[in-house]
C-alpha cells in the first residue's frame, strides 16, 4: 500500500521556525514531524510514502534520506514547481497511484494516536471511493464541520464555520482513497477539501471515520504546544535522565544532563545537546537541539529554536518562539515574542511582537 504526505507548504504558521527549515522537519517530540507519520504507515504495511515536497525541497530530501534505511519504507520525492494546493499534488504523483489499490493522503502537520488499522478495514467494509478521518472538537463554528449519516458514516455535505450547530466533527487531514478518484483530478492547483470531495459527496462516494484518540493540528505555535501536552500525555513511557529534578510528563533526550538545581515539566520536550544550568525552570515548552539555557532562565509556554543562546535570568513566556541562533542577553523578558533566526535581543519584549 502507498501513502502520499502533503509537505509542499511554507509552514507560514509556525515561523520563525519554519523560515530555516521546512515544517516537516521541525521537531516535534524530539524527531522530525514527518517522521511520526512515516513510521505510523510503516506500522500498518504502507511499503511507498511519496512526499509531496516544494518549500525548502533539497533539505528535506537531504533529511530522509537519512532514514531511509531505519523507517523500513521507498520514499518517493514528488516535486512541486508550483503550488498545487491539497488535490493537485495527487495528480502529479497519478503514474505512483494509479495501480488500482487505495492509498492514503495526510496533511504534514497532524499529531494523533494515527489509528490506521482500523481506518482501513473502516474503507473496505463500505467500499466507496473514499474515506475521511474526522474529530470531534469543543468549538465547531471555527471550522468546516463534517455532517454524515451515524449509523453508516456516509458524508452528507460539508458546512463551513457553522452558525448553528450541525454537528461537532471536522476534518482531521487524513484521509484513503481508491485510484479511480484521481480521474476526478485535473493537474493544477485544487483544493480536496472544497473542490474534489464535495463531488464524492454527490455520488454517495465518501465515508467518515471518526478518530477515538487524541488529535490536534500542530501547525502553529499555541497548536504546537497543546499537541505536544496530548502527546506525552498519551505516551507509557518518557526518556529522562536518572538524575533530575522533574514533574511529569517529560520527553528529555538521554544525551542532556539536568542539574539538581534545575526543575523540568510538566509537558517539556528537550533535544538532544541542550546545554541546562543550575536554577533553570522550564515548563510546557519545546527546546530544539544545540540550545544553551543559562543560569536561572525561565521558560514558560514557549518554542526555543537550534542553538540558540538563552542568558542568565531571562524570563521567556505566553508563547513566545524563539528562531534559530538567536543569542538573548541575560535579564532580558520575552512576552510573546517571534524572534527570527540570527538575532541578538538586547531589550525586553513586553507585549506580543514579531522581532525580524
Given at each position: 500500500?502507498?501513502?502520499?504526505?502533503?509537505a509542499g507548504?511554507?509552514g507560514?504558521?509556525?515561523?520563525p521556525?519554519t523560515l530555516?527549515?521546512?515544517?516537516?522537519?521541525?521537531e516535534f517530540?524530539?524527531?522530525?514531524m514527518?517522521?511520526h507519520?512515516?513510521e505510523?504507515?510503516?506500522?500498518?504495511g504502507?511499503?511507498?510514502?511519496?512526499?509531496?515536497?516544494?518549500?525548502?525541497?533539497?533539505q528535506?530530501e537531504?533529511?530522509?534520506i537519512k532514514?531511509?534505511?531505519?523507517?523500513?519504507?521507498?520514499i518517493?520525492?514528488s516535486?512541486?514547481?508550483?503550488?498545487?494546493?491539497?488535490?493537485?499534488?495527487?495528480?502529479?504523483a497519478?503514474?505512483y497511484?494509479?495501480?488500482g489499490?487505495?492509498?492514503?493522503?495526510l496533511?504534514?502537520?497532524?499529531?494523533?494516536?494515527?489509528?490506521?488499522?482500523a481506518?482501513?478495514?473502516?474503507?473496505?467494509?463500505?467500499?466507496?471511493?473514499?474515506?475521511?478521518?474526522?474529530?470531534?472538537?469543543?468549538?465547531?463554528s471555527k471550522?468546516?464541520v463534517?455532517?454524515?449519516?451515524?449509523?453508516?458514516?456516509?458524508?452528507?455535505?460539508?458546512?463551513e464555520?457553522?452558525q448553528?450547530?450541525?454537528?461537532?466533527?471536522i476534518?482531521?487531514?487524513?484521509?484513503?482513497l481508491n485510484?479511480?478518484?484521481?480521474?476526478?483530478?485535473e493537474l493544477?492547483p485544487t483544493?480536496i477539501?472544497?473542490?474534489?470531495?464535495?463531488?464524492?459527496?454527490e455520488?454517495?462516494n465518501?465515508?467518515?471515520?471518526?478518530?477515538k484518540?487524541?488529535?490536534?493540528?500542530?501547525?502553529?505555535?499555541?497548536?504546537?504546544?497543546?499537541?505536544?501536552?496530548?502527546?506525552l500525555?498519551?505516551?507509557?513511557?518518557?526518556?529522562?535522565?536518572?538524575t533530575?529534578?522533574?514533574?511529569?510528563?517529560?520527553?528529555?533526550?538521554?544525551?542532556?544532563k539536568?542539574?539538581?538545581?534545575?526543575v523540568?515539566?510538566?509537558h517539556?520536550?528537550?533535544?538532544?545537546?541542550?546545554?541546562?544550568?543550575?536554577g533553570?525552570?522550564?515548563?510546557?515548552?519545546?527546546?530544539?537541539?544545540?540550545t544553551?539555557?543559562?543560569?536561572?532562565?525561565?521558560?514558560?509556554?514557549?518554542?526555543?529554536?537550534?542553538k540558540?543562546i538563552?542568558?542568565?535570568w531571562?524570563r521567556?513566556?505566553?508563547?513566545?518562539v524563539?528562531?534559530?541562533?538567536?543569542?538573548?542577553?541575560?535579564?532580558?523578558?520575552l512576552?510573546?515574542?517571534r524572534?527570527?533566526?540570527n538575532k541578538?535581543?538586547?531589550?525586553?519584549v513586553l507585549?506580543?511582537k514579531?522581532?525580524?
Open positions: 500500500m502507498k501513502a502520499v504526505i502533503l507548504g511554507y507560514t504558521r509556525l515561523r521556525l530555516t527549515q521546512p515544517k516537516p522537519l521541525v517530540a524530539n524527531k522530525p514527518v517522521l507519520h512515516i505510523a504507515l510503516s506500522s500498518v504502507v511499503d511507498t510514502v511519496i512526499l509531496a515536497v516544494s518549500y525548502k525541497r533539497e528535506l537531504n533529511e530522509i532514514h531511509t534505511d531505519k523507517l523500513g519504507v521507498k518517493i520525492f516535486v512541486e514547481e508550483t503550488p498545487l494546493d491539497t488535490a493537485g499534488p495527487l495528480a502529479l497519478k503514474n497511484l494509479n495501480d489499490e487505495p492509498f492514503f493522503v496533511n504534514s502537520d497532524v499529531i494523533c494516536d494515527f489509528d490506521f488499522q481506518m482501513m478495514e473502516f474503507h473496505q467494509t463500505h467500499g466507496k471511493e473514499g474515506t475521511i478521518a474526522v474529530t470531534q472538537v469543543n468549538e465547531p471550522y468546516g463534517v455532517v454524515y449519516k451515524k449509523n453508516t458514516g456516509e458524508i452528507e455535505k460539508f458546512v464555520k457553522p448553528e450547530y450541525v454537528g461537532n466533527k476534518n482531521a487531514g487524513m484521509y484513503i485510484s479511480t478518484v484521481l480521474d476526478r483530478i493544477k483544493s477539501e472544497k473542490e474534489v470531495f464535495p463531488q464524492m459527496c455520488t454517495s465518501l465515508y467518515a471515520f471518526v478518530l484518540g487524541y488529535w490536534m493540528d500542530v501547525g502553529q505555535p499555541i497548536d504546537f504546544l497543546k499537541g505536544t501536552q496530548l502527546y500525555d498519551n505516551q507509557t513511557t518518557t526518556t529522562t535522565p536518572s533530575s529534578n522533574l514533574i511529569p510528563p517529560v520527553l528529555i533526550h538521554e544525551s542532556v539536568i542539574p539538581s538545581k534545575a523540568i515539566g510538566p517539556v520536550v528537550i533535544a538532544e545537546n541542550v546545554i541546562i544550568e543550575e533553570v525552570r522550564i515548563k510546557n515548552s519545546t527546546i530544539l537541539p544545540n544553551i539555557l543559562k543560569q536561572h532562565c525561565f521558560i514558560n509556554t514557549s518554542i526555543i529554536g537550534r540558540c538563552i542568558g542568565q531571562v521567556i513566556e505566553n508563547t513566545s524563539i528562531g534559530d541562533e538567536v543569542k538573548v542577553n541575560d535579564e532580558i523578558y512576552n510573546g515574542a524572534v527570527c533566526h541578538t535581543i538586547t531589550e525586553n507585549e506580543p514579531v522581532v525580524m
